[in-house]
T-cell receptor, first 114, second 115 residues
């Protein structure tokens, strides 16, 4: 299993540009998440999904959109990039077995908006 | 709101046990304690979790006090590769509308393992 993969690894955007961060998992997990991590800080939840066709907002959803058309893929869309969105973005998935929720993270996408 | 308090940094000598404390005095009865770590520039990695009993796996041991208001992650024989930020997280059981998705990563403890 490749686990959780993210593309691209790095990206520089100009203010106002748009882009999609890709996330794919091959573990057949129903639950998927998008986090952002600013320098020296912890992770903040942007959006999450409990299964194909179902998504919901996390702590910091403004400026982002998501979709979940398949179990494997959970892309994150930035429509009008702003400098405040400069961050490292992590995708994660989990099987949510019983009462516990062990999350498996991808390697991250480092985004700079200039 | 951070539900946990951790020291910002700690040192440990290679080969010795690393004991990382976490205070979670407002923990509720159905909330689990999770530990993750993040090695520089990589995605966080799950280590261990527990409810009220002590737990051990191939990576670490988790000691939870009887009143559940604090816990300690123990890396029994720290190596240089254990240098990372360690996150202690308290979250409810389950997912969806029960709040199970509120996995809040605070600033964590930066552990330096020194040769």
């Amino acid at each position: 299993n490749a686990g959780v993969t993210q593309t691209p690894k790095f990206r520089i955007l100009k203010i106002g540009q748009s882009m999609t961060l890709q996330c794919t998992q091959d573990m057949n997990h129903n639950y998927m998440y998008w986090y952002r991590q600013d320098p020296g800080m912890g992770l903040k939840l942007i959006y999450y999904s409990v299964g194909a066709g179902i998504t919901d907002k996390g702590e910091v959803p403004n400026g982002y959109n998501v979709s979940r058309s398949t179990t494997e893929d959970f892309p994150l869309r930035l429509e009008l990039a702003a400098p405040s969105q400069t961050s490292v973005y992590f995708c994660a998935s989990s099987p949510l077995a019983g009462d516990t929720d062990t999350q498996y993270f991808g390697p991250g996408t480092r985004l700079t908006v200039l | 709101d951070a539900k946990t308090t951790q020291p910002p940094s700690m040192d440990c000598a290679e080969g010795r046990a690393a004991n990382l404390p976490c205070n979670h005095s407002t923990i509720s009865g159905n909330e689990y304690v999770y530990w993750y770590r993040q090695i520089h520039s990589q995605g966080p990695q799950y280590i261990i979790h527990g409810l009220k009993n002590n737990e051990t796996n191939e990576m670490a041991s988790l000691i939870i006090t009887e009143d559940r208001k604090s816990s300690t992650l123990i890396l029994p024989h720290a190596t240089l590769r254990d240098t990372a930020v360690y996150y202690c997280i308290v979250r409810p059981a389950g997912g969806g509308n029960t709040g199970g998705f509120k996995t809040i990563f605070g600033a964590g403890t930066r552990l330096f393992v020194k040769a």
